[in-house]
């Protein structure tokens, strides 16, 4: 899903997209028994992303990961950064991988609310679980990661009270 609803998705949404195509059998949740952590499904997206001109986090370690400055202090130095899994800077666009706590760890919230105060992020990809599967007092429950994160994206770009500054793409998986 693309937003806002009355805009044309930017061209190099279908680009972003087939990667997840592409690696669909690998990191799908509706057919996957458990689905793959966010770092995981980075990690077998990642040289495709690159190629496509992304720089994308690489680890852990504070040198592998991507940062958007938020504010700039003394010097133009950034004085807040905040994470993010991937960004292209020609495209003005970042990219989030949500897996297990997408939606119940509230993720969704945080990724919409620091893409609001990035620097240079015209476009936010928010890719999220299709289905995620856990155990809850002996009973399996499946929550519904995507259509939860859309519902949220109508309510946010389908209300009259607000306009967020950036476009955003929801990307089950």
């Given at each position: ?7 044309p998705?930017a ?9 997840f ?26 040289n495709?992303?690159l ?10 370690r504070?040198?592998?990961?991507i ?14 950064r905040?994470e ?5 800077s ?5 990219l989030?991988?949500e897996a ?6 509230n993720a ?5 609310i ?12 928010l ?14 429950v ?8 859309v519902?949220?994206a ?9 306009r ?10």
């Open positions: 899903m693309s937003y806002p609803q009355t805009e998705p061209p190099f949404v279908e680009k972003i997209v087939s990667v195509r592409q690696h669909l059998d690998a990191i799908g949740t509706i057919e996957l028994k458990k689905g793959l952590s966010s770092d995981a499904v980075l990690a077998l997206l990642r495709d992303l190629l496509l001109g992304f720089v994308a986090e690489a680890g852990k504070a040198a592998e990961k940062a958007r400055p938020v504010f700039f202090g003394e010097n133009g130095v950034p004085s807040l905040y993010i899994d991937a960004f292209h020609e495209w003005r666009c970042g989030e991988i297990g706590r997408a939606w119940m760890g969704v919230y945080r990724d919409l620091q893409a609001l105060v990035m620097v240079e992020v015209d476009t936010l990809v890719a999220v679980p299709n289905t995620y599967r856990y155990v809850t007092k002996e009973k399996n499946i929550s519904k990661d995507y259509e939860n994160t519902s949220i109508n309510a946010l770009y389908g209300h009259s009270r607000m967020l500054p950036y476009n955003l793409v929801v990307i089950g998986y």
